[in-house]
């Protein structure tokens, strides 16, 4: 079945180390996006990328980086510049028309 | 720019009663509008969306939406909810074509025994 996988599930990193957020789909996709969730504030988009090798800043980017050179692939890498990295980060896609966004199950990142 | 109000945080609500999470937005041009739901510590899925037609729109788990052009408006009901209902709702609007979604905070309905 087509979809979104996240992972990990879970991730654990100390303070002042880059982690790497894995998001693949077989959903022939060409929409990507990465969103972070903390409690009761909804949902903050991070990066997008509409196309392979290019991606556009989200309203909360700082701290964060991404590539995009597959077109199933669409990595976040959560760097030391990230202030309060921890949250739970959610993946999604979309093909361009009227659709909606399928999501991954998600990352909860814990810096400790 | 569009925005996305969903007024209750919150919705506590009794087994097999009726509920109504309310979602308005603003926008200057024709949006495509979403419900989605995501239960603890998941994704999002999505519940119902509304491209155009009819302005009921029928979605899973029993869940409908209307949407009001008049008052900007996309309120969801169910006419009887389920324990299994418990989750956090997000509304979402879409401009068209490429266009970003734009979430609402979220509502969490607590489906109380």
């Known amino acids: 079945d087509g979809g979104i996988t996240q992972s990990p599930k879970y991730l654990f990193r100390k303070e002042g180390q880059n982690v790497t957020l894995s998001c693949e789909q077989n959903l022939n996709h060409d929409a990507m996006y990465w969103y972070r969730q903390d409690p009761g504030q909804g949902l903050r988009l991070i990066y997008y990328?509409?196309?392979?090798?290019?991606?556009q800043k989200g309203d909360i980017a700082e701290g964060y980086s991404v590539s995009r050179e597959k077109k199933e692939s669409f990595p976040l890498t959560v760097t030391s510049a990230q202030k309060n990295p921890t949250a739970f980060y959610l993946c999604a896609s979309s093909t361009t028309g009227a659709s909606g966004y399928t999501f991954g199950s998600g990352t909860r990142l814990t810096v400790v | 720019a569009q925005s996305v109000t969903q007024l209750d945080s919150q919705v506590p609500v009794f087994e097999e009663a009726p509920v109504e999470l309310r979602c308005n937005y603003s926008?200057?041009?024709?949006?495509?509008l979403f419900w989605y739901v995501q239960y603890p510590n998941q994704g999002l899925q999505l519940l119902l969306k509304?491209?155009?037609?009819?302005?009921l729109v029928k979605g899973i788990n029993g869940f409908e939406a209307e949407f009001n052009k008049s008052q900007t408006s996309f309120h969801l009901r169910k006419p009887s909810v389920h324990i299994s209902d418990t989750a956090e709702y997000f509304c979402a609007v879409r401009r068209n074509y490429g266009q970003n979604f734009v979430f609402g905070p979220g509502t969490r309905l607590s489906v109380l025994p």
């Open positions: 990328s509409q196309i392979v090798n290019d991606f």
């Open positions: 509304y491209l155009s037609g009819s302005t």
């Open positions: 926008s200057s041009v024709s949006v495509y």
